[in-house]
């Protein structure tokens, strides 16, 4: 019996879930992005079991382009943060609040 | 057959971004975001995409995971202090609203079906076909994939490069630190302990003083 | 049983079975091979020529007491040794090491394990998986010399991945195909590939020290450097675990090298037969050239001194990598041009 493609969609709505619920309630810079990566993953799953279903690759190059995007975001972020640790000593995101009121 | 091995990989990928999102440790939360990639990346070849499965492994889970490590052995980030409070409700809430999304999910496919698909052949699976298609119809896309990630390495060594003198020009007055009076130094290098003579000075020097 | 899974385990317990055996024999040619370049005996007490030394090795590995440093993150300290054999042992899946058998019914059976399109792709993704195992061995050992030397390790491994996925990349542009059985079939039928791409072959061959942290380029656990490394604090047969990791990578990635420049199984000119026999014979070539390789591997390494961190990166960046991807250009130009 083959697995039904709305079982892969339901497991990748749960990661994007799970990615959201991180990114939203994570103190840590790193476990934010670590959350991000995730509901970038689930992304990806979606884009690849529709390719299967519609039987059309460009769900498969499209997670191609998806990749190399997420590979050039994390090392930029990356970057950003330890940019900011030099100046602050710290990447707790509730720390970076010198623009607030 | 292929029910069995979709399930294991897809509670070894929900348990271990599970592992992701709440350790508080994060080693472990990487360390768990490795695993969800190489259960995705089955997932990957289990639908028919064996190449964006070993692209997967390749690229995320060998590089710019590696990336993340490197960059908390860096900084030594240490483990989430428990927050004081407030985070029960925030949590409940957030568990209930993902509950509400994977429920109406749940009923848009159930209501909607699957179409059956037809099974995988040599030719579905075949990499020169996606090459093909990849260098003919998507090839703008590509390049300009690749001038993004040629930016992306120029913009990282930008940013993280320890600040020079021509970086503090525009500065004026003291940048606000955290705790008390820190002494204005890279926290990325170590401070020159007063006591013992820097490398740099030859111990001659201090005989003929 | 789905015969595809039957055969397909029948032929990995082929390949387990040859890279198994590689660290214990590993452990003997190297002690004698480098006491026969340092002009002195080398283990000649156990056993004639000293044969049975890997018997006597594991034995102490075996009875040595085992200590966990107290302040260690366990989980991750336990892990590590078992984490470093997991791209030891999948990544030769992709190897061929025969001809395609032809049963008595008529059915092709191709002597690879794994017979996917993305070959090579699927190699060298699992041999990225081996920094992991040296980043946990360094952070959970707490202990400064630990975590640099994991650190070195790792910064050296992903800087060599480029040059050697570069030079990996310039072979499969004249075949046209990642899967590795076609990459000896082109071989067959034109030179072996090191011959063209001789500077490929060079940048793969100094990318292959780097990659399994061999000398020279072996700072990260260069005894005399940073005590022990990522494994300073592994005794016993967590030791051996790292042991067997890094000589059973050394034969995986020798076995990449011969298949992508030296023909694989094949010899120039005779031609197996599909049967039992000439598997057999594929399987004993392929074998002799890693052993070959290998001897390489263990001359260089009593031959020269150690590169220091920021010469090895230097090395790896400013001198490799536009090495292969100078190779790169001219195997495609020549490809375009019709000589390959």
Known sequence: ?101 | METLIFALFAALALGSSIVVVTHKSPIYATLSLVLTLFAVAALFVLLGAPFVGALQILVYAGAIVVLFLFVIMLLNVQKEETAHGSRGPQLWTAIVGAVVFLGMMGLVFWRSGSPAVPPLTAESVSLKALARELFSTYLLPFEIVGLLLLVAVIGATVAARRPDALDRIGEGGEPEYLSGDEPRTDPLKSLPDPHRPSVAEPAYKEATS | MNPEVVSAILKYGVMFAVFINVAPIMNWVERRVCAFIQDRPGPNRVGPLGLFQPLADAAKFMFKEDVTPSAADKPLYLMAPALALFPAFTTFVVIPFGPDLITAAGRRIPLMVANVDTGVLLFLALSSLSVYSLVMAGYASNNKFSLLGSIRASAQLISYELALTLAVLAVIIPVGSFNLADVVAYQQTHLWSFIPQIIGFLVFLIASFAETNRLPFDLPEAESELVAGFHTEYGSMRFALFFQAEYTNMAALSALGVTLYFGGWTLPGIDFPNNWLGAALGLATLVGKIIFCMMVFVWIRWTFPRFRYDQLMRLGWKVLLPLAIFNLILVAAMTLAGWL
């Open chain 1, 1 to 101: 019996m083959s697995v039904p493609i709305s079982w892969y969609l339901l497991l990748a709505a749960a990661l994007f879930a799970i990615g959201t619920i991180g990114a939203l309630t994570r103190r840590n810079g790193i476990s934010i992005f670590l959350s991000i990566e995730l509901m970038l993953n689930a992304a990806n799953l979606t884009l690849v079991a529709y390719a299967r279903q519609m039987d059309d690759r460009t769900g498969q190059l499209i997670v191609f382009f998806v990749m190399a995007v997420a590979a050039a975001e994390a090392a930029v972020g990356l970057a950003l943060f330890i940019a900011v640790f030099r100046q602050r000593h710290t990447i707790d995101v509730n720390r970076m609040n010198l623009m607030r009121w």
